[in-house]
């Protein structure tokens, strides 16, 4: 009878409905100032648990968290957690007056939700205004018990999480760019684990040390928590095996350096197969605006073999580490190298008919100055102020109740659900784009999406302004990137290069420079989903939008009922 009962339930597992395999992890997050000194200046900066970056989630494929986030700031605040899938858990995702009201200074809000079928590395964030400056941290999801990697186990793993540092409170940087229309200022530093290396003033005795030694392989996972610049990372003298992303396994493959978007992460193998020294690790900007301006300093950690001569040790004066090379910041080659590598280890299950094809543009707009403006409040080229938008919509966020909430409760004249499927003006959209194109509609508008319906979307870059590589992220949902290319999307020769095989797997795809990107899911997720630009001064002007998934049959289809401790507006 015994083995009966032992086969039934593994039956039952395998359909889906064995749910109690994981533990269940509890944590508190306290958002508060803290003093934190960088660059030879203390700031009063918000941060988690005192922590800068905040603390290391770690948890198993299966495992359930439940985090009381209790906001001690002076801003309002909610916390994203990168990449998870929320399966019918959106009031858990965190972006503001998306799928709650914010925490108020003062309140409190715990997330439940649990990771199903994800491995890898993802982070969690704030997601309201810039506080994300300074609250991140990384999120480690391993194999259940008893699972391994699909490659062989490290010896160790570290978490590299690449940040953005202004000399400035970041909340004031938006505040006076929102004022004035212009572009904010640029970050005065870039970050490894919090700090900037020995590049900068006052920062080197702080730099971040990761060991290794000779023989062993480490797995760097690799985040780029960076507030608006993508970010080429390498490590001297030694080759990265990349082998995961956003969570989902890749094929493996070797290179010198990798390039994340902000938002994206990525797993590499690092052998210690160097004579034992201490080596740089780097990341600068991979900056494709055309004369933007743009931070170009190098944040660098040390890479230090634990055999390593004795001057090498931190405190004696050593020789220096071994620098490593870095791509032009507006090497566009090597990143599109790179994105082209990527593929599933084996072959996927992509969707082939699609129900909703989509075709969405993205990029920047300029607003006439209102006439009610002074000049000081439009301070973008001639006189105007800084705009971004998806199919000519710049996304306005309500600011009463969230979006999940007047959808679950059916409230009317939050938003409409008119979002365009396709460009309302077809035009060269990488060509020379005529002035009166600049300007973007307002709006609230969502796109409905029928629970189960697959969908295709293809993201297509705009020179209006300028063109550049928009990292965009869909919450609540994997994708699969089928293809990427340059120059307009042309469904008559482009769709022949999809690969339907074996694409990756991702929560945020670079849309490359002046061109392309294709992307493929099925929408077995119902909410209210935002996907947006992840470099925060996009979404800050409007380049977003976001899906209406309706419930499907019966109660798993189904999003969950609202929380009790959800925060009122």
């Known amino acids: 009878m015994d083995s009966f009962k032992t086969i039934l339930f593994f039956l039952i597992c395998s359909t889906m409905l064995c749910w109690v395999t994981g533990e269940v992890q509890r944590h508190q997050f306290v958002i508060q100032a803290t003093p934190v000194?960088?660059?030879?200046?203390?700031?009063?900066?918000?941060?988690?648990?005192?922590?800068?970056?905040?603390?290391?989630?770690?948890?198993?494929?299966?495992?359930?968290?439940?985090?009381?986030v209790v906001n001690k700031a002076r801003y309002n605040a909610t916390i994203h957690w990168h990449g998870v899938r929320q399966m019918r858990t959106g009031w858990a995702d965190g972006p503001e007056f998306v799928t709650q009201c914010p925490i108020r200074p003062g309140g409190s809000y715990t997330y439940r939700f649990t990771i199903e079928g994800q491995e890898g590395t993802l982070w969690w964030h704030a997601h309201s205004s810039w506080l994300r400056a300074t609250v991140y941290g990384a999120l480690i999801i391993r194999p259940r018990e008893g699972e391994s990697y699909p490659f062989p186990k490290p010896k160790r793993e570290t978490?590299?999480?690449?940040?953005?540092?202004?000399?400035?409170?970041?909340?004031?940087?938006?505040?006076?760019?929102?004022?004035?229309?212009?572009?904010p200022n640029n970050s005065d530093a870039y970050t490894i684990n919090g700090q900037p290396g020995d590049l900068y003033k006052c920062s080197s005795k702080d730099t971040t040390i990761v060991p290794i030694d000779v023989g062993e392989t480490n797995l760097l996972r690799v985040i780029n928590a960076a507030l608006n610049q993508p970010l080429f990372f390498t490590v001297a003298n030694h080759k990265l095996t990349v082998v995961g992303a956003d969570a989902s396994y890749l094929k493996p493959f070797t290179t010198s350096v990798i390039m994340l978007g902000p938002g994206q992460t990525t797993d590499v193998l690092i052998q210690g197969n160097q004579l034992p020294a201490r080596y740089y690790m780097a990341a600068r900007a991979y900056q494709s605006a055309q004369n933007a301006p743009f931070d170009n300093t190098t944040t660098t950690?040390?890479?230090?073999?634990?055999?390593?001569?004795?001057?090498?040790?931190?405190?004696?004066?050593?020789?220096k580490p071994i620098m490593p090379s870095l791509p032009a910041y507006n090497d566009t080659n090597t990143v599109t190298a790179f994105s082209q590598s990527f593929r599933s280890p084996r072959k996927v299950e992509v969707p082939t008919e699609i129900d909703e094809s989509l075709f969405f543009t993205v990029g920047l707009g300029l607003n006439n100055c209102p006439p009610n403006f002074p000049s000081s409040r439009c301070q973008g080229p001639n006189g105007t102020r800084f705009t971004a938008s998806m199919n000519n919509v710049s996304f306005v966020l309500p600011q009463s109740i969230s979006l999940?909430?007047?959808h679950q409760h059916g409230i009317p004249g939050v938003f409409t659900t008119d979002f365009p499927g396709t460009p309302p003006l077809k035009f060269d959209y990488t060509g020379n784009v005529s002035q009166s194109l600049y300007q973007p509609v307002p709006g609230t508008k969502l796109y409905k999406l029928k629970y189960g319906s697959k969908v295709q979307i293809v993201?297509?870059?705009?020179?209006?302004?300028?063109?550049?590589?928009?990292?965009?992220?869909?919450?609540?949902?994997?994708?699969?990137i089928v293809a990427e290319g340059f120059g307009n999307f042309d469904p008559k020769t482009d769709t022949s290069k999809f690969n339907l095989v074996d694409p990756p797997q991702r929560n945020t795809v670079g849309v490359p420079v002046n061109g392309w990107a294709a992307i493929r899911f099925v929408a077995?997720?119902?909410g209210v989903w935002i996907m947006h630009c992840h470099l925060d001064v996009h979404i800050t002007w409007g380049l977003a939008m976001a899906f209406v998934v309706e419930n499907g049959l019966g109660e798993l289809q189904s999003l969950q009922a609202p929380p009790p401790d959800l925060p009122i507006c």
Not at 42 to 53: D, F, K, Q, S
Not at 170 to 175: E, T
Request: with cysteine.
């Open 459 to 480: 993201l297509q870059d705009t020179s209006i302004v300028t063109p550049e590589n928009h990292p965009i992220h869909l919450h609540g949902y994997d994708f699969y």
């Open 37 to 68: 000194k960088r660059l030879c200046n203390t700031h009063m900066a918000i941060t988690v648990n005192g922590m800068l970056p905040g603390p290391t989630l770690e948890v198993k494929n299966g495992d359930t968290l439940e985090i009381e």
């Open 404 to 406: 999940l909430q007047a």
């Open 524 to 526: 077995d997720n119902p």
């Open 159 to 183: 978490a590299i999480v690449l940040g953005e540092w202004w000399d400035a409170n970041p909340i004031d940087v938006v505040r006076q760019a929102t004022m004035t229309g212009a572009a």
């Open 301 to 319: 950690a040390i890479l230090e073999y634990k055999s390593a001569p004795c001057p090498a040790k931190k405190g004696i004066n050593g020789p």
